[in-house]
Nanobody, 120 residues
Framework: QVQVVESGGDLVQPGGSLRLSCAAS????????MGWYRQAPGKQRELVAA???????DYADSVKGRFTISRDNAKNMVYLQMNSLNPEDTAVYYC??????????????WGQGTQVIVSS
């Protein structure tokens, strides 16, 4: 069993910054990709940023230059530094991990989400 837990969501003013954290734990042998998705009210969940175990990254066009994803492989953690936030970034942010379990089975694990609200 694998658990994924996010933290760091908050209410922030436009132009402000937040750092989200995500920790994966449990029956983990290795993690290939970790990433952040978000879902705004009335919209589909979308990829924000992802990072592979060797550090390759991918970003949504809407966050390029403002958000930075990073990862600590030793701790099975991933972070999302969000700068220059605007109201369109308001959403529930979900952490995703593509995990290879100790049983050598690949699974997709999701966190419960953390709310980010950008408002004055």
């Amino acid at each position: 069993q694998v658990q994924v837990v996010e933290s760091g969501g908050d209410l922030v003013q436009p132009g402000g910054s937040l750092r989200l954290s995500c920790a994966a734990s449990g029956s983990i042998f290795s993690i290939y990709t970790m990433g952040w998705y978000r879902q705004a009210p009335g919209k589909q969940r979308e990829l924000v940023a992802a990072i592979t175990s060797d550090g390759s990254t991918d970003y949504a066009d809407s966050v390029k230059g403002r958000f930075t994803i990073s990862r600590d492989n030793a701790k099975n953690m991933v972070y999302l530094q969000m700068n220059s936030l605007n109201p369109e970034d308001t959403a529930v942010y979900y952490c995703h991990a593509n995990v290879r379990t100790v049983a050598r089975v690949y699974i997709d694990s999701w966190g419960q989400g953390t709310q980010v609200i950008v408002s004055s």
